[in-house]
């Protein structure tokens, strides 16, 4: 089995987000759909780690060899339709849909946390804010 068939390119066709899995369609196999694939995270024993891509987002997935039947989604790509949000190494972020961005400048060291709706923040123990000055609104 050639590489072409291992490693492939689609779209996520539908989303299981209990099992966290996903279906992928293929363009170039007329719109053949995978079964269900894992999608592989960060973590997932004792720190857990949970981000599914949309349906309709592009994705690369690996096969085991025996068709479409076995194999993982490695994650989501940019494309020409969808370039990255952001063109600087030094920044780390999540834009959500609904305009929420949590961002991180490495270079600046600035966390930025733009939220649309309500934060909050709990904790079994003490709060502590430090800082040189602090601005509460």
């Known amino acids: 089995m050639g590489l072409n068939k291992i ?3 689609g779209r996520v066709s539908s989303i299981d987000p209990v099992r966290a899995t996903i279906r ?3 363009d170039d196999e007329d719109e053949m759909v995978s079964y269900d694939l894992p999608v592989i995270v960060q973590n997932s024993l004792k720190n857990k780690d949970y981000a ?4 309709g987002e592009h994705v ?3 096969f085991l060899g025996n068709g479409i039947s076995a194999g993982f989604c490695l994650g989501a790509v940019y494309d020409t339709s969808n370039p990255p949000p952001r063109n600087n190494q ?4 999540v834009d959500f849909a609904d305009g929420t961005i949590v961002e991180y400048d490495r270079a600046s060291h600035v966390l930025n946390i733009n939220c649309v709706g309500d934060i909050n923040i ?3 123990g003490k709060i502590t804010i430090n800082g ?3 601005d509460i609104n």
């Open 90 to 93: 030094d920044i780390r972020s």
């Open 52 to 55: 599914l891509p949309d349906v």
């Open 60 to 62: 690369v997935c690996l």
């Open 24 to 26: 992928v369609m293929f």
């Open 7 to 9: 490693v492939r390119y």
């Open 122 to 124: 709990k904790a079994a």
């Open 132 to 134: 040189a000055i602090v």
